[in-house]
C-alpha cells in the first residue's frame, strides 16, 4: 500500500490569516494529485486535480502547487475565513485506485 | 440534479445478516468506488468499477462484495456483517474509465453500525 501523508493534523488560525497544508506521496506509479474538502456531516468534495509536474490551480482565495519529482503538493488558503473551516483531504491516484492521506483538520476562528 | 445516491444514510444490523447498501450515480459516469471512513485512517478504498461489468479489489476488500451491472449502479455487499466493519461508507463516480485525472463525486455516506 502506498502512503499518502498530509501534515498537519490540525490546525487553528485566526480570521484573515492566511495557512497552508501539505501532502506527500510516493512518485512512483503516479498519475494525479487530488484535493477535497470535507466539511462535518457533508460528503467530500473536490477542490482540484493535478497531474503534471509543476502544476499549479487556483479557486478563489484557495490554490494548490504540485511537486511529482520529490512527491508533494500544497495547499494554500489565503485570507482564512471561518466558512473555510472543514478537513482538507489529498489523494494520490495511479492506475485506478487512489489512496487518501487522513486529512488536515482547518478550524478559522472568528 | 447531478447526483450520487446512497441508501439507506443510517443503519444498525446485528453480525450475520447480511445487507445491501445501494449507490447509484445520474451523470453516466464510467468509474465508480466504495470507501470506508474510520477514524484515524482516512478513507480506505473497498472496491471500484471502470465500467459495467468490470470490477477490481482495492485496499480493504475482504468481507465485501460488489457488482456493476448497470452503468449507473454500484451496491456493496456485505454477506455476514462483523462489527469490525461498522463505519462510515462512502461511494463516489468520475466521468471516465479509471477516473484518475478527473475528480470523484461523492454520495453522502452510510453509517453503518454492526452489533
Known amino acids: 500500500i502506498l502512503n499518502v501523508e498530509q501534515s498537519p493534523q490540525s490546525l487553528h488560525v485566526q480570521e484573515g490569516d492566511s495557512t497552508n497544508f501539505t501532502c506527500s506521496f510516493p512518485s512512483s506509479n503516479f498519475y494525479a494529485l487530488h484535493w477535497y474538502r470535507w466539511e462535518t456531516a457533508k460528503s467530500p468534495e473536490a477542490l482540484f486535480v493535478m497531474t503534471l509536474n509543476g502544476d499549479e490551480k487556483k479557486k478563489g482565495r484557495i490554490s494548490a502547487t504540485l511537486n511529482t519529482k520529490e512527491g508533494y503538493s500544497y495547499l494554500y488558503i489565503k485570507g482564512s475565513q471561518p466558512e473555510d473551516s472543514a478537513t482538507y483531504l489529498c489523494a494520490s491516484s495511479g492506475t485506478y485506485k487512489y489512496i487518501f492521506g487522513t486529512g488536515t483538520r482547518l478550524k478559522v476562528l472568528a | 440534479e447531478a447526483q450520487v445516491t446512497q441508501n439507506p444514510r443510517y443503519l444498525i444490523t446485528v453480525t450475520g445478516k447480511k445487507l445491501t447498501v445501494t449507490c447509484s450515480q445520474n451523470?453516466?459516469?464510467?468509474?465508480m468506488s466504495w470507501y470506508r471512513q474510520d477514524p484515524g485512517l482516512g478513507l480506505r478504498q473497498i472496491y471500484y468499477s471502470m465500467n459495467v461489468e468490470v470490477t477490481d479489489k482495492g485496499d480493504v476488500p475482504e468481507g465485501y462484495k460488489v457488482s456493476r451491472k448497470e452503468k449507473r449502479n454500484f451496491p456493496l455487499i456485505l454477506e455476514s456483517p462483523s462489527p469490525n466493519q461498522t463505519s462510515l461508507y462512502f461511494c463516489?463516480?468520475?466521468?471516465w474509465g479509471g477516473g484518475r485525472n478527473q475528480p470523484q463525486h461523492f454520495g453522502d455516506g452510510t453509517r453503518l453500525s454492526i452489533l
Open positions: 463516489a463516480s468520475s466521468p
Open positions: 451523470m453516466n459516469h464510467e468509474y
